[in-house]
C-alpha cells in the first residue's frame, strides 16, 4: 500500500494532462463507444418554449456578447437559438456588444444559409448584424426604447413594425461575463422580457435571476448548448448539422470522471498520511 | 497589388493552410503543458500580436472612421451647429492622452470625473431598484408554490446569508451558538466555493474541448504536427536547454 501510495504522490503532473487530453479528444473518434443521454433542465426548456411559442413575424433580438475565446460553449447556444427562430420565420436582429465578436456571428450565419432549409435566408429581411456602437449597452437600450431603427443606422424590410425596442418580443444575452446584469439592472425601467446563456464560469452569479424571474431562462454552458441541441432534434432539426455542442459532451463527462478519479486519489494519500501521521 | 493579393489567397486565406495553422499553434500553446519552451512563447506572441492588430484595425473601420473621420468630413461640407458636440467630444476624449505627462497628467481627471459622475449618478438609482425587485421576489415563492422545496430553500437563503455573515463576525469569540453558527456559515461558503469552482473546471474543459475537437477533426495534420514538436523538444531539451528555468522547476 504504501508503495502504491508514494506511486501516487510522486506522479508528475503532465501524466495527468495527458490523460485528461486524451479523454478530451478520444470520444471524438469512438463517438459510438459514449452514448449520450441526459435530461434536459427546466432553465432551458423554458428559453426553448418561449422562442417556440411566438409567431411568425414576431421579432428576438440577440445580444452577442462573446468572441471566439469563448466560442466552444456559446456559438452552439446562439447558432440553436437563431435556427429555431429562422425555422419559424421569425425574424432576428444581432446585436454585437463587442467589437470582436462580429466576424464569428457573421460566418456562422454564412455557414446556416449552406445548411438544407436555409438557403433562402437573406441579410436585411429575416435576420441583420445590427452591428457594434460604441456607446455603452445602457445607452444603447435606452436609444432602442427612444427609435430602433435609427440606434443602428440600418435599412431592411426586418425593421417593418419595429418601431422602439418594445416591439421586440423576446431577447437572450450570450456572454462569458456579468454583462446580462446591464439588461438585467434595465428591466424594471422596460420591463422587457429575457433569457440568457451563459459560460459555466458564469452561470451560478446568474441562478439568482432566474429564481427573482428576472430571467425567464438561461443555457448553462456546454451542457445547456448540448440541452438546446436536443430539443430542436426532438422536434425535427437533422441531427448531422446540430450535435457541436452534443459531440463534446461526451468528452466533458470523461474528462471529468478522470479528474473524479484523481481527486478520490489525492484524497486517498492524504488521509493515509494522516492516519498514519508520516509523509510519504 | 494583384500579387499581394493572390499570395494572400494562397495563403493565410488558404482553407488547407488555416487548417495546419490552427493544429500547430494549438499543439504549440499545449507543448508548455510538458515544459515552458520557445515554441510557446512563439505562439503566445503570435496570439498577442494578432489580436492587438485585429483589435486596432477593427476598432479604426468600425468606429474612428464611421463614427469621428464620416461625421467631421460631412460637416466640413454641410456646417450644422451640433456637429461641434462631436468636436467637443474629440477634444475632451483625447485629453486622456495627457496621462503620459507627470506635470499635465491632472487635465485628463476632468474626463474621468466626468465618467465617475455619469456612471454614479446613472447607476446608483438602477442599481437600487433592480436589488429591491429581486430582493422582494426571492421572497415569492415561499408563499405563492408553498412546496417543501421552495420553503427549504427560502431557509437556506436567509439563514445561509447569516450564517454566513456571522462567520465574518469577530467582536466575539466563535463560541456556543455564535461557533456554531459561524460552522454552519463557513460549510455554506464552502459549498458556494464548490460549486462555483466546479462550474469554472466545467468551463475551461469546454474550453479545451473546443481545440480537441479541431485537432480531433484534422486527424493527419495533428499526428504530423505532434510528432513534429515532439522530436523538437526532444532535441531541444537534450542538447540545447539543458538547465531547468523557474517555470521548469514550478511545473515539477
Request: glycine share 8%; aromatic share 16%; charged share 20%.
Amino acid at each position: 500500500m504504501e508503495k502504491f501510495i508514494y506511486t501516487l504522490k510522486k506522479l508528475d503532473k503532465r501524466w495527468i494532462y495527458l490523460l485528461i487530453f486524451l479523454s478530451c479528444i478520444i470520444p471524438f473518434w469512438f463517438p459510438d463507444m459514449f452514448p449520450q443521454e441526459f435530461s434536459t433542465s427546466k432553465e432551458t426548456q423554458r428559453v426553448y418554449d418561449i422562442i417556440n411559442g411566438l409567431n411568425e413575424g414576431d421579432a428576438i433580438f440577440i445580444d452577442w456578447a462573446f468572441d471566439p475565446t469563448l466560442q466552444a460553449e456559446l456559438l452552439p447556444m446562439a447558432e440553436q437559438t437563431i435556427k429555431q427562430a429562422l425555422d419559424k420565420k421569425i425574424r432576428v436582429f444581432i446585436y454585437y456588444p463587442l467589437l470582436t465578436g462580429i466576424s464569428l456571428g457573421e460566418n456562422l450565419l454564412e455557414n446556416i444559409k449552406k445548411e438544407p432549409g436555409y438557403e433562402n435566408i437573406e441579410n436585411g429581411v429575416d435576420y441583420i448584424h445590427l452591428g457594434y456602437l460604441p456607446i455603452g449597452v445602457d445607452m444603447v437600450l435606452f436609444s432602442m426604447y427612444s427609435d430602433f431603427k435609427a440606434t443602428f443606422g440600418k435599412e431592411g424590410k426586418i425593421f417593418e413594425g419595429i418601431k422602439t425596442f418594445g416591439d421586440i418580443k423576446y431577447m437572450v444575452s450570450y456572454a462569458g461575463s456579468a454583462h446580462p446584469e446591464i439588461y438585467i439592472s434595465l428591466q424594471p425601467r422596460f420591463g422587457f422580457k429575457m433569457g440568457a446563456g451563459v459560460t459555466a464560469v458564469v452561470g451560478p452569479d446568474m441562478v439568482p435571476y432566474l429564481q427573482t424571474g428576472q430571467l425567464d431562462g438561461m443555457l448553462f454552458g456546454l451542457k445547456g448548448a448540448a440541452e438546446y441541441e436536443n430539443l430542436r432534434i426532438k422536434s425535427g432539426a437533422e441531427k448531422k448539422y446540430n450535435q457541436k455542442a452534443n459531440a463534446g459532451m461526451a468528452s466533458l463527462n470523461l474528462s471529468h470522471i478522470i479528474m473524479f478519479l484523481f481527486i478520490g486519489l489525492g484524497n486517498l494519500v492524504y488521509f493515509y498520511e494522516r492516519k498514519y501521521k508520516k509523509s510519504i | 497589388m494583384d500579387t499581394v493579393n493572390f499570395i494572400i489567397d494562397n495563403t493565410i486565406l488558404n482553407p488547407v493552410v488555416q487548417r495546419w495553422m490552427s493544429v500547430l499553434f494549438t499543439i504549440m500553446m499545449l507543448s508548455f503543458l510538458y515544459r515552458d519552451n520557445p515554441l510557446y512563447k512563439l505562439g503566445e506572441n503570435t496570439f498577442l500580436g494578432i489580436s492587438l492588430g485585429f483589435g486596432w484595425v477593427w476598432s479604426w473601420n468600425r468606429i474612428i472612421v464611421p463614427y469621428l473621420f464620416v461625421p467631421l468630413k460631412d460637416s466640413y461640407l454641410d456646417f450644422q451647429p451640433y456637429d461641434l458636440t462631436l468636436v467637443l467630444w474629440v477634444i475632451i476624449g483625447s485629453t486622456m492622452f495627457f496621462r503620459f505627462s507627470r506635470n499635465k497628467g491632472w487635465i485628463a481627471n476632468y474626463w474621468f470625473a466626468f465618467v465617475f459622475a455619469y456612471v454614479a449618478g446613472y447607476s446608483i438609482p438602477i442599481q437600487v431598484q433592480a436589488l429591491f425587485i429581486q430582493g422582494a421576489n426571492m421572497m415569492k415563492p415561499l408563499f405563492e408554490y408553498p412546496t417543501f422545496f421552495e420553503i427549504s430553500k427560502w431557509f437556506v437563503i436567509i439563514f445561509g446569508t447569516f450564517a454566513g455573515l456571522m462567520y465574518f463576525f469577530f467582536s466575539k469569540p466563535h463560541r456556543g451558538l455564535l461557533g456554531k453558527t459561524a460552522r454552519i456559515g463557513i460549510l455554506i461558503l464552502m459549498i458556494n466555493f464548490g460549486a462555483s469552482f466546479g462550474a469554472t473546471v466545467m468551463g475551461r474543459i469546454a474550453l479545451f474541448i473546443g481545440r480537441a475537437q479541431v485537432l480531433a477533426d484534422n486527424i493527419v495534420p495533428s499526428i504530423v504536427i505532434t510528432l513534429s514538436i515532439t522530436v523538437y523538444l526532444f532535441i531541444y531539451f537534450k542538447y540545447i536547454k539543458k538547465e531547468p528555468g523557474l517555470d521548469d522547476e514550478l511545473m515539477h
